[in-house]
């Protein structure tokens, strides 16, 4: 299961939100997988937008149990938005089976693996799986 950065930034700004419990949910019970790219996007956008929560960031990652691998650049393009090509192409390599994400770019994918989620589908994904 990937998260992608937007998930990342919302469950660290608003820990009480949908966001929060998928991404606290999917790392303890399934294999959280985090991609180079993202946590490098996590800093930036924090670092422009939410300077206040800069100093959180090395504490929710290293609290935070999950799997970190490359994202590598691939020629083929699977996503219109070319900045998250890298982190579906870590998915893919990863072979995880969702990822939770608030990007309307992620949203869009039509594939069948891995399967994209927003946070409130997951958490209703995982009402009927228990």
């Known amino acids: 299961m990937l998260a992608d950065t937007n998930i990342l930034i919302s ?5 009480h939100s949908k966001p929060a419990s998928a991404l ?9 997988v985090l991609c180079d790219r993202n ?3 996590l800093r930036d956008v924090l670092g422009r937008k939410a300077t206040h929560a800069l100093a ?11 799997d970190l691998v490359p994202a590598p650049e691939y020629p083929e393009k699977l996503i219109s938005a070319p900045k998250d090509q890298p982190i579906l192409n870590a998915a893919i ?14 949203l869009r994918l039509d594939m069948e693996r891995p399967r994209v989620m927003t946070a409130s589908q997951y958490l209703e994904w995982i009402e009927t799986e228990d």
Do not use: N, Q, T
């Open 93 to 106: 390599v990863a072979d995880v089976d969702i990822i939770i994400s608030g990007d309307k770019h992620f």
């Open 39 to 41: 946590i490098l996007e």
């Open 11 to 15: 469950a660290l700004l608003w820990p």
């Open 24 to 32: 606290l949910h999917a790392a303890r019970y399934y294999e959280l």
């Open 56 to 66: 959180d960031v090395e504490v929710f990652l290293a609290e935070l149990a999950y």
